[in-house]
């Protein structure tokens, strides 16, 4: 008989589930914790020459900062030369003796620096260490009376001397709410709902002290009413706000002739539009609620929108006759600002056109007619002068003005592509100024004396990423066609008002970004800048790669840019996650080198190949055909593609898991990266859908209307109504197989929480597990929270795509405690 001794305890040990858990693979959560926001605050530091023009010269400055510092420089283009503004030893031992605070070479908090009108000084601030009360504060003891004292310097270049301003008051900032007359002799304020007025020496009162009772202002209109206002609505406040500030001054909005004797008005009656509200749960005392109007997709109560134009000297206006279409919206536009003018704190809204004439469009509710319209201010009477007609949406850009409009040049895509048109002053067409397969852009300067028009366009140079923006010249007549700062780069540029040179800062997202001085015949007049990335570089840091692939129909060429770790191992399998956008407006894929690297560059820090690509349908800066792919199909016209992409790419390197598929973006990568889990359930594996307009029907008129589409229908008798149909994420939750986080702000009144909700309710409904987050008090952007909300998405696709358990249980985020200064 068999004998067991029973005394003998079991030898094994118990696992607890968590335990279990974090035993598994591994996120690279301290790799990824390297590169947040703020620590690339001291990796990355200047990567762009922004230049200041002056008015009485060619002459610009800029700072630019590296990793030894901030320098000043003033570049003269006439004689070539770049110099250091200041001896930043020499000034620091200066500012150091007078302020008594020490400063050296490398550390000049130098602010709010600016050329005197001789352009023979300059004047900046210093801020201290010394307390002291503010000027407009008595008591001491409360709270936010003590200040900073700031110290305030006149440099005087040609002998390099610097002398402190004794007693020198800054003047306030101009308030927001006052539009000033081009000649400083009138201000326009709108007032409950109604507009006022006041001369130039109560609004010297006012700049000093809102609240002084001597101020003297006048009441121009008197039937302003709420959602029908002569400017500002209050929108953004809550209603506890929004009926405490409408007795304030608020901005107006209007545009002035240049002789200031005339204004326009923008005014819109929304009071039929239905309301919509969001609620602040974490406001101070009760939650606050916040009504707005808001139109959705297909309903019948839409803002009416006019143009008053006021006769200022005899304190009168007149509603221009305008009308042509059903619900039509119009607009004035004003005149481009002067790059010269950058640094003046006074820059007068004014209206396109010139003393007698104002420009502005006529857009059909269906945005398929759109009108470039002219109006005599003397008579009232409204010219249309272009007119643009399609089947799908149309587009249009403020037109650039020859000769206070004797022509005008046009934007349109017409034939297809983005192109500029020459009418005269009547609106007969002239000719085609530029003609091809490629997308024009902006205009950058109209030279009228020589007829040339200086344009950034795209997609022109063989070889090179379509996208990648180049600055061109050309004759009014289409000769002449010449680029002007060539190079397989993306382009952003500065040129001074006279059109003789700029600035060219260019990079890609592999490359470090240069800066160049060049002329208006594209010659290089100087080399500025090449950043310092020194930095980021010994960090690990190691740049995408851009890459080529086919669209779902085989024949369109996509762009898209791939991250990798930066401890990347060839001979491991990735998970690949894709960050998305589908346009209409834009793709999420960069171009040239940015400092924002949380979605892309960051996340694939813990492990993954982080993709984005374009999709037909998506960025504006290509054909006609290819913007509006997904007109009539805004759920999925994007997704096709984008899983071509991921497959090909698999195809192409064996270190990108194709059956480990995440998925990933805001806003309207929000939306698609749902949609992407129910069309594609089989493929998508995980997807953190944030603030996503996953209802179209109840997300606003204006974006849904356009790309998706609405129908015009006309009666027998003549009525016009609209009807709109669109297919929704929640219609298809029933498919869910994946691992899904949806998040929303819970006062996000762009796209109201409601999107977001609806597909929750459709999920649960289904029997779907999935996993949603409130993000408390936050808009669209999740503010303050949005470092938050970034290590809750990469929790998720770390368990549910790397299969990293291991933050199951604990409580803190670990790489955001590091990051604060813990004071207890």
Same mark, same amino acid.
């Given at each position: 008989?068999?004998?067991?001794?029973?005394?003998?305890?079991?030898?094994?040990?118990?696992?607890?589930?968590?335990?279990?858990?974090?035993?598994?693979?591994?996120?690279?959560?301290?790799?990824?914790?390297?590169?947040?926001?703020?620590?690339?605050?001291?990796?990355?530091?200047?990567?762009?020459?922004?230049?200041?023009?002056?008015?009485?010269?060619?002459?610009?400055?800029?700072?630019?900062?590296?990793?030894?510092?901030?320098?000043?420089?003033?570049?003269?283009?006439?004689?070539?030369?770049?110099?250091?503004?200041?001896?930043?030893?020499?000034?620091?031992?200066?500012?150091?003796? @007078?302020?008594?605070?020490?400063?050296?070479?490398?550390?000049?908090?130098?602010?709010?620096? /600016?050329?005197?009108?001789?352009?023979?000084?300059?004047?900046?601030?210093?801020?201290?260490?010394?307390?002291?009360?503010?000027?407009?504060?008595?008591?001491?003891?409360?709270?936010?009376?003590?200040?900073?004292?700031?110290?305030?310097?006149?440099?005087?270049?040609?002998?390099?001397?610097?002398?402190?301003?004794?007693?020198?008051?800054?003047?306030?900032?101009?308030?927001?709410? &006052?539009?000033?007359?081009?000649?400083?002799? %009138?201000?326009?304020?709108?007032?409950?709902?109604?507009?006022?007025?006041?001369?130039?020496?109560?609004?010297?009162?006012?700049?000093?002290?809102?609240?002084?009772?001597?101020?003297?202002?006048?009441?121009?209109?008197?039937?302003?009413?709420?959602?029908?206002?002569?400017?500002?609505?209050?929108?953004?406040?809550?209603?506890?706000?929004?009926?405490?500030?409408?007795?304030?001054?608020?901005?107006?909005?209007?545009?002035?002739?240049?002789?200031?004797?005339?204004?326009?008005?923008?005014?819109?009656?929304?009071?039929?539009?239905?309301?919509?509200?969001?609620?602040?749960?974490?406001?101070?005392?009760?939650?606050?609620?916040?009504?707005?109007?808001?139109?959705?997709?297909?309903?019948?109560?839409?803002?009416?929108?006019?143009?008053?134009?006021?006769?200022?000297?005899?304190?009168?206006?007149?509603?221009?006759?305008?009308?042509?279409?059903?619900?039509?919206?119009?607009?004035?536009?004003?005149?481009?600002?002067?790059?010269?003018?950058?640094?003046?704190?006074?820059?007068?809204?004014?209206?396109?056109?010139?003393?007698?004439?104002?420009?502005?469009?006529?857009?059909?509710?269906?945005?398929?007619?759109?009108?470039?319209?002219?109006?005599?201010?003397?008579?009232? @009477?409204?010219?249309?002068?272009?007119?643009?007609?399609?089947?799908?949406?149309?587009?249009?850009?403020?037109?650039?003005?020859?000769?206070?409009?004797?022509?005008?040049?046009?934007?349109?895509?017409?034939?297809?592509?983005?192109?500029?048109?020459?009418?005269?002053?009547? &609106?007969?067409?002239?000719?085609?100024?530029?003609?091809?397969?490629?997308?024009?852009?902006?205009? @950058?300067?109209?030279?009228?004396?020589?007829?040339?028009?200086?344009?950034?366009?795209?997609?022109?140079?063989?070889?090179?990423?379509?996208?990648?923006?180049?600055?061109?010249?050309?004759?009014?007549?289409?000769?002449?066609?010449?680029?002007?700062?060539?190079?397989?780069?993306?382009?952003?540029?500065?040129?001074?008002?006279?059109?003789?040179?700029?600035?060219?800062?260019?990079?890609?997202?592999?490359?470090?970004? /240069?800066?160049?001085?060049?002329?208006?015949?594209?010659?290089?007049?100087?080399?500025?800048?090449?950043?310092?990335?020194?930095?980021?570089?010994?960090?690990?840091?190691?740049?995408?790669?851009?890459?080529?692939?086919? %669209?779902?129909?085989?024949?369109?060429?996509?762009?898209?840019?791939?991250?990798?770790?930066?401890?990347?191992?060839?001979? /491991?399998?990735?998970?690949?996650?894709?960050?998305?956008?589908?346009?209409?407006?834009?793709?999420? #894929?960069?171009?040239?080198?940015?400092?924002?690297?949380?979605?892309?560059?960051?996340?694939?820090?813990?492990?993954?190949?982080?993709?984005?690509?374009?999709?037909?349908?998506?960025?504006?800066?290509?054909?006609?055909?290819?913007?509006?792919?997904?007109?009539?199909?805004?759920?999925?016209?994007?997704?096709?593609?984008?899983?071509?992409?991921?497959?090909?790419?698999?195809?192409?390197?064996?270190?990108?898991?194709?059956?480990? #598929?995440?998925?990933?973006?805001?806003?309207?990568?929000?939306?698609?990266?749902?949609?992407?889990?129910?069309?594609?359930?089989?493929?998508?594996?995980?997807?953190?859908?944030?603030?996503?307009?996953?209802?179209?029907?109840?997300?606003?008129?204006?974006?849904?209307?356009?790309?998706?589409?609405?129908?015009?229908?006309?009666?027998?008798?003549?009525?016009?109504?609209?009807?709109?149909?669109?297919?929704?994420?929640?219609?298809? %939750?029933?498919?869910?197989?994946?691992?899904?986080?949806?998040?929303?702000?819970?006062?996000?009144?762009?796209?109201?929480?409601?999107?977001?909700?609806?597909? %929750?309710?459709?999920?649960?409904?289904?029997?779907?597990?999935?996993?949603?987050?409130?993000?408390?008090?936050?808009?669209?952007?999740?503010?303050?929270?949005?470092?938050?909300?970034?290590?809750?998405?990469?929790?998720?696709?770390?368990?549910?795509? @790397? &299969?990293?358990?291991?933050?199951?249980?604990?409580?803190?985020?670990?790489?955001?405690?590091?990051?604060?200064?813990?004071?207890?």
């Amino acid at each position: 008989m068999l004998s067991v001794d029973l005394s003998v305890k079991a030898q094994t040990k118990t696992f607890t589930i968590t335990e279990t858990l974090q035993s598994g693979p591994k996120a690279n959560y301290q790799l990824a914790s390297r590169y947040s926001p703020n620590k690339l605050k001291k990796l990355i530091y200047t990567t762009a020459v922004d230049p200041h023009w002056l008015k009485l010269s060619k002459r610009f400055w800029y700072e630019y900062e590296t990793p030894a510092g901030k320098e000043w420089y003033l570049v003269d283009p006439i004689s070539k030369n770049k110099r250091k503004i200041f001896d930043n030893a020499v000034l620091a031992a200066a500012i150091t003796n @007078i302020v008594r605070d020490p400063f050296d070479a490398q550390h000049l908090p130098l602010e709010n620096l /600016k050329f005197s009108a001789d352009e023979q000084h300059i004047t900046f601030e210093v801020k201290s260490t010394i307390e002291e009360l503010k000027k407009d504060r008595k008591d001491k003891k409360a709270a936010d009376s003590m200040q900073k004292k700031i110290f305030y310097f006149n440099y005087e270049i040609s002998k390099s001397k610097v002398t402190e301003i004794p007693n020198y008051t800054k003047p306030k900032a101009k308030p927001s709410w &006052g539009s000033v007359a081009p000649d400083s002799s %009138a201000i326009v304020f709108s007032r409950n709902f109604n507009l006022y007025w006041m001369d130039k020496e109560n609004y010297k009162k006012a700049v000093k002290n809102e609240e002084d009772s001597t101020i003297v202002e006048h009441q121009l209109t008197k039937d302003g009413v709420k959602f029908y206002p002569y400017g500002a609505n209050g929108d953004g406040e809550n209603n506890e706000e929004n009926e405490k500030n409408n007795k304030k001054r608020r901005a107006a909005n209007v545009m002035w002739s240049p002789d200031s004797k005339h204004f326009a008005l923008n005014r819109s009656d929304s009071r039929k539009v239905k309301d919509l509200w969001v609620i602040n749960n974490v406001a101070a005392g009760r939650p606050t609620l916040e009504s707005y109007k808001y139109q959705m997709p297909g309903e019948k109560e839409a803002p009416i929108t006019e143009i008053l134009l006021f006769d200022f000297a005899a304190k009168s206006y007149k509603k221009l006759n305008t009308a042509a279409f059903k619900d039509q919206t119009v607009s004035v536009w004003g005149a481009p600002l002067l790059n010269k003018d950058r640094d003046n704190e006074f820059r007068p809204s004014i209206w396109l056109g010139n003393n007698t004439k104002v420009y502005f469009q006529r857009t059909s509710r269906d945005l398929k007619r759109i009108d470039v319209c002219m109006v005599d201010i003397h008579t009232g @009477i409204v010219t249309p002068l272009v007119d643009e007609r399609f089947n799908t949406y149309v587009e249009v850009n403020r037109p650039g003005l020859v000769n206070d409009g004797k022509e005008l040049i046009h934007w349109s895509e017409r034939d297809g592509w983005a192109h500029f048109y020459l009418f005269d002053g009547n &609106g007969k067409l002239k000719n085609q100024i530029t003609k091809g397969a490629f997308h024009c852009e902006e205009i @950058i300067n109209v030279d009228a004396k020589n007829r040339v028009l200086y344009f950034t366009a795209n997609g022109r140079e063989v070889k090179e990423d379509p996208y990648y923006v180049h600055l061109y010249r050309i004759n009014f007549d289409g000769s002449g066609l010449k680029l002007l700062n060539a190079g397989d780069f993306d382009h952003a540029i500065s040129m001074n008002d006279e059109a003789k040179f700029f600035v060219d800062n260019f990079s890609r997202v592999n490359t470090v970004p /240069k800066s160049v001085l060049m002329d208006n015949n594209g010659r290089v007049v100087m080399n500025l800048e090449t950043a310092d990335l020194s930095l980021l570089m010994a960090s690990g840091y190691k740049f995408p790669e851009p890459f080529k692939v086919k %669209a779902d129909d085989g024949i369109t060429d996509i762009y898209g840019v791939m991250y990798k770790p930066f401890d990347f191992d060839p001979n /491991k399998k990735y998970p690949v996650i894709e960050y998305v956008y589908p346009g209409p407006q834009t793709e999420a #894929v960069n171009k040239a080198f940015t400092k924002s690297m949380d979605r892309t560059d960051r996340l694939a820090q813990f492990g993954y190949i982080v993709v984005t690509v374009g999709n037909r349908g998506g960025n504006p800066a290509r054909s006609k055909w290819y913007h509006t792919y997904g007109y009539g199909n805004l759920r999925d016209y994007g997704l096709a593609d984008k899983k071509a992409a991921v497959e090909q790419l698999a195809d192409r390197y064996s270190f990108i898991d194709a059956n480990k #598929v995440g998925i990933t973006g805001h806003s309207g990568g929000g939306f698609m990266s749902t949609a992407a889990m129910l069309v594609y359930p089989d493929f998508f594996k995980a997807a953190v859908s944030n603030a996503g307009n996953h209802d179209n029907s109840i997300y606003n008129r204006w974006w849904s209307e356009k790309h998706h589409g609405v129908k015009e229908v006309v009666s027998a008798k003549g009525d016009t109504t609209f009807t709109y149909s669109i297919d929704k994420n929640p219609d298809l %939750a029933k498919n869910l197989k994946g691992n899904l986080l949806l998040m929303t702000g819970d006062v996000d009144n762009n796209v109201h929480p409601a999107n977001t909700i609806r597909v %929750a309710n459709a999920l649960m409904k289904a029997g779907k597990r999935f996993e949603l987050v409130i993000v408390p008090g936050q808009r669209h952007g999740f503010g303050d929270l949005t470092e938050y909300t970034f290590w809750k998405l990469a929790d998720h696709f770390n368990k549910y795509l @790397i &299969g990293d358990f291991s933050q199951v249980g604990q409580a803190n985020i670990i790489e955001m405690d590091r990051e604060v200064e813990q004071k207890r």
